[in-house]
């Protein structure tokens, strides 16, 4: 068998004539952390259900741990967890009950269930709400019990639907230290987001979905190279020079220049420039007041990525949608 | 600890039941945590066996002992009706809440999310059924049924709410939502239980309104009960109308419904 844990080839999903994935490829290698990152209406969740054998392809192929998806799919089950968009939690049952409830389902003895149960709940800081109701639980704990839900089988392959949407910052960070703590004991992860963030923090790898197509796939870094480039910032002391500075720039960096608040701002795809630059202008006799090379954030290649309304926005560079869900 | 990361091809049938069975038991700890369930579960059927026998039953039968020992297999039946819905609305629930997407996520048999959910119900009708008893006997119906009458009683009060659960079932499934699984409880139960001769002798409706009374599957079925428990009217007929009805009305509405599940 190979190395991927998830493979896809060619899935394609449509509802009453909507497209819901137009074709897509994934390759997620054993022990990694892919994000399929996208608005809403992507296909995020669409592909999430197929791989986890909820809903079946259209077209296309789809493998998990090397089983077909479709042909395979109780296998499948076997090797997987998965926790949706909306918490898979019994809320009239308490922590321990909804933890035991899975664990005999998967034939697990009762002492042995309650034991991993148990496990669980102090893995996840759920112990002093073990015997509450799930109803009486906060959005982040609620979010801890169904991760601990979908881990009690001890999945090899675990699929998360959107798994901090709504959550306040603190129960995010916290549910990343518990996905990055699993992916350490080598449980491969595929998890969706329309956080860039958290796709930064989380993943190996990263796949831009836009209305179910694949629009960009690589690594964090990768995708902030190659497609976001990195911003040059330079502030003349002295405004008179700014022309001078725009030149130069114009001369060096291969991308779009501009002159804003008394500094110029130009794309460039290769750090290597800013010495040149610097150089050039030191010849010119022009001091700098501020330099400042930095790499695009994931939001700017996010942005230039997905076709969205929200790209109309005059100011793209302060309209971060990181925060809000639309 | 070894667990169920290892692939299995499927599930046998006794794997199947074990896991319908805790299904069950998880629908059953729902009602310790929501009391309120055991209160509809006795409850109300002591208060529809007080109101119908004190209330009604001295002006449709000359006095309440008397009404009681036609009217209570009847009683019977509406009850177990009213308690029909309970798997349609515990299923809603976990359609809505995402927790049935968890089940189908898992190497476990397709049909132990609703089977445990019917089990439950089978066991929520015969807790109701033994508390209706007991407040007739103290009402001073007194069954002329042996052991195996009343097992029977309850046999065929299983087998026709099982069939009949089939249709809120469907509707759950179709519209996701407990609450409207409660509404058509309602609107349909009500009707159907009042319009049979559970309540009210036969001979004393308007011709057309007998006409449908005398059709509808409830009157079958609460014959087959007067039958078994008072052994006063042949068993015979209604017993394999009720049979019939149950089989017909779970092959339409239970189709629909798995087809309606699957095609989620």
Redesign the interface.
């Known amino acids: 068998m190979d190395d991927n844990a998830i493979e896809a080839e060619g899935l394609v999903k449509q509802f009453r004539g909507n497209v819901g994935l137009a074709g897509i490829d994934l390759r997620v290698p054993a022990g990694s952390v892919l994000a399929l990152l996208g608005p809403n209406g992507a296909g995020k969740t669409t592909a999430v259900r197929i791989l ?3 809903l079946r392809p259209d077209a296309g192929h789809a493998r998990v ?1 090397g ?1 077909d998806v479709v042909a ?1 799919a ?9 926790t ?11 922590g321990t ?1 909804n933890l035991v ?2 664990g ?5 003895a009762r002492r ?1 269930a309650r ?2 149960a148990a496990e669980l709940l102090a893995e996840f800081g759920l112990v002093d709400a073990a015997t509450r ?1 799930a109803a009486t639980y906060s959005g982040g704990m609620r979010r801890r019990l169904d991760l601990a ?2 881990l ?5 392959v675990l699929f998360l639907d959107e798994p901090t949407t709504g959550l306040d910052p603190a129960s995010r960070v916290e549910l990343w230290a518990a996905v990055r703590g699993l992916v350490d004991g080598g449980t491969t992860v595929l998890l969706t987001t329309q956080y860039l963030e958290e796709a930064d923090r989380l993943a190996d790898d990263v796949v831009v979905l836009d209305r179910g197509r694949v629009v960009a796939a690589g690594t964090p870094d990768g995708l902030k190279a190659s497609l976001g480039g990195s911003a040059l910032e330079l502030r003349p002391v002295l405004a008179d020079r700014l022309d001078v500075v725009a030149t130069t720039a114009r001369d060096l960096a291969r991308g779009e220049v501009t002159v804003v608040d008394g500094a110029v701002r130009a794309t460039v795809s290769d750090p290597d420039v800013l010495p040149a630059v610097l150089r050039r202008l030191d010849e010119a006799g022009v001091h700098l007041a501020e330099v400042s090379l930095r790499r695009a954030s994931l939001d700017e290649v996010f942005l230039s990525l997905v076709d969205t309304p929200s790209r109309v926005d005059p100011t793209p560079r302060t309209a971060t949608r990181t925060g809000s869900p639309a | ?1 070894i ?9 046998g049938p006794l ?1 199947a039941l074990r ?1 319908a069975m ?2 069950a ?2 629908s059953l ?2 009602i310790r ?2 009391p309120t369930e055991l209160l509809d579960l006795s409850v109300q059927p002591v208060m529809f066996t007080l109101l119908f026998t004190y209330v009604f039953g001295g002006a449709i039968a000359g006095s309440p002992g008397a009404y009681l020992d036609f009217a209570f297999g009847g009683l019977v039946v509406q009850n177990a009706l009213f308690l029909s819905i309970y798997a349609a609305i515990g299923l809603a629930t ?1 359609l809505r ?3 049935h ?8 048999a397709r049909s ?1 999310p609703l089977a445990g959910r019917l089990l439950a119900d089978v066991v929520r009708q015969l807790w109701s059924f033994a508390v209706l008893l007991v407040v007739g006997f103290v009402l001073g119906f007194r069954p002329d049924a042996g052991p195996a009458a009343l097992l029977g009683a309850a046999a065929v009060l299983v087998v026709f709410t099982l069939a009949f659960s089939w249709i809120p079932v469907w509707i759950g499934v179709l519209a996701r939502d407990p609450e409207k699984v409660q509404v058509f409880g309602f609107v349909l139960v009500l009707p159907i239980t009042f319009t049979s001769n559970a309540l009210v002798p036969l001979d004393t409706m308007p011709g057309p309104l007998r006409a449908w009374v005398a059709l509808n599957p409830v009157t079958a079925a609460n014959d087959t009960l007067r039958s078994l428990l008072t052994g006063t009217t042949p068993l015979g007929p209604p017993l394999l109308a009720t049979l019939a009805w149950s089989a017909a009305v779970t092959l339409v509405f239970a189709t629909a419904a798995m087809r309606a599940l699957a095609r989620r």
Do not use: N
């Not at chain 1, 949706?84 to 308490?94: M, R, S």
């Not at chain 1, 009690?152 to 090899?156: E, K, L, N």
């Not at chain 2, 667990?3 to 299995?8: D, G, N, Y």
């Open positions: 986890g054998t909820l741990g089983l395979r109780h296998e499948v089950r076997g090797l997987i967890g998965l949706g968009q909306y918490a898979g939690v019994d809320e009239t049952l308490t009950e409830l899975v005999r389902l998967l034939g697990l042995a034991a991993r109701p839900a979908s009690v089988g001890r999945p090899r | 600890m667990l169920t990361s290892t692939p299995t091809r499927s599930v794997t896991q805790t299904m038991w998880r700890l729902q945590h929501k976990d809440q995402g927790l997407d968890r089940f189908r996520s898992m190497p476990i132990a």
